[in-house]
C-alpha cells in the first residue's frame, strides 16, 4: 500500500534576461548560470551566480569568447 502526502512544488513561471530585461520564452532559448564558487576559490569564495542571458545578449556578452575563441559548438 502507498499513502500520499501534498507536496508543493515550485515551477519555472517567467523567464526575464538579466542583461536586457527582455522576457525569454522558452527556457532553452536562454543561457542559464546556476553556480557557486568552493571555498579555496581566489577571490569568489562562497559566492553565487545566478542568471539567465536573452539569445540576443550571448554575442554582446559572450562574443569574443564563444566566437572568436571557438567556444561555439553544435550539438554533439
Ligand atoms: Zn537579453
Do not use: W
Not at 39 to 61: A, H, N, Q, R, V
Request: net charge negative; aromatic share 8%.
Amino acid at each position: 500500500m502507498k499513502t500520499f502526502k501534498e507536496e508543493k512544488v515550485m515551477v519555472v513561471d517567467e523567464v526575464f534576461c538579466d542583461n536586457c530585461g527582455d522576457e525569454i520564452l522558452g527556457i532553452s532559448e536562454c543561457l542559464s548560470i546556476d553556480h557557486q564558487f568552493g571555498y579555496f576559490s581566489k577571490g569568489l569564495d562562497g559566492t553565487k551566480i545566478k542568471l539567465e542571458i536573452c539569445e540576443k545578449c550571448i554575442p554582446e556578452l559572450l562574443g569574443s569568447i564563444l566566437f572568436e575563441k571557438g567556444k561555439r559548438q553544435a550539438d554533439e
